[in-house]
DNA sequence: ACAATAAAAGACCAATTGATATTTTATAGT
DNA sequence: ACTATAAAATATCAATTGGTCTTTTATTGT
């Protein structure tokens, strides 16, 4: 659904979130080993991101990617506005002409909630929500560093 | 999420599985046509789901594909594990490692609701079942000729 | 036997997405 | 001013997906 472009972009845009600041601002270099991304690839990402407004840069020594309060405001859609270049919240899942709640493919009131939800959260919850909620959740944005117990690998 | 040759293959077998029989076979010509599918295309996928048993077909004069009430027992995926080079179902919405229960993303308990209840309605209802719902539900598998009302189109 | 029909097979081409490498520009520190 | 650093810009390349075309094989009807 979402492709490889906009969850990388969302996962640095979250480690920005959780981890950089004016004072703390990171190159593409040390994202890209962080999340385990290729470099080129999520440097191009980063590029387009702070040039939409999404995220924040400097230039020259000491420069790098970062997030202001205010660019933490934005929510995940913005992300996607950028990177993603379809709207994935439209057409019948099935590729049916005319779905609709009025004419219902046959995964329609499956689908239909699913997307209204996902836009939902999306749309009103701002990128500080997320970072905090993966913080909370003890989610990981990446595996680097994590050590991983045997009992998960059963 | 789906391909489009997934939609494709998809919106094909239910109009066969809606109007074709031993006896009334269609050629792909007619398909592509009656579903405004590229032919060379449609093809292909036609024949990929017949070498796979998922349809039928016969060669020569009077030849084309159709459905016996045998393949019509099958399930959407089985359309799905020739067409899709992979599990639709698999990995994790964000593109999180370690995605779970346990651990979730902030859109695991939208996400993995809706994969469940989709698979389970591709896994569990027939294609004959499909068929009739669409049916039934008045949707369309094509909008070849089907008159467009003027309210429809505000 | 042979002509016509239609699927099967496979080679091929185009567009999109994923990924890389090179050059240019801005800035900080000396 | 000069050097080092790091983003910005851009050109390029590779892989996948989407789509087309040509040849071969099977079958039917005469």
Tied chains: 1, 2.
Excluded at 49 to 55: E, H, R, T, Y
Excluded at 115 to 141: C, H, M, P, V, Y
Excluded at 148 to 153: A, S
Aim: charged share 20%.
């Amino acid at each position: 659904m979402l492709s490889n472009a906009s969850k990388y972009a969302i996962r640095a845009v979250l480690f920005l979130a959780e981890n950089s600041s004016y004072h703390k601002k990171y190159g593409s270099k040390q994202i890209a080993e962080e999340l385990e991304i290729p470099l080129s690839f999520i440097a191009k990402l980063l590029q387009q991101l702070a040039k939409a407004g999404v995220i924040s840069s400097t230039k020259g020594p000491k420069g790098g990617f970062f997030m202001t309060p205010q660019n933490m405001q934005n929510n995940i859609n913005s992300i996607l506005k950028e990177i993603e270049n379809e709207n994935i919240f439209e057409g019948c899942f099935l590729g049916l002409p005319r779905c609709s709640d009025e004419n219902p493919c046959p995964v329609h009131h499956i689908v239909a909630p699913f997307k209204d939800a996902l836009w939902n959260k999306f749309q009103n919850q701002t990128i500080l929500d997320f970072a905090r909620e993966i913080k909370q959740n003890g989610s990981f944005l990446s595996l680097k560093g994590v050590e991983i117990k045997r009992k998960d690998l059963l």
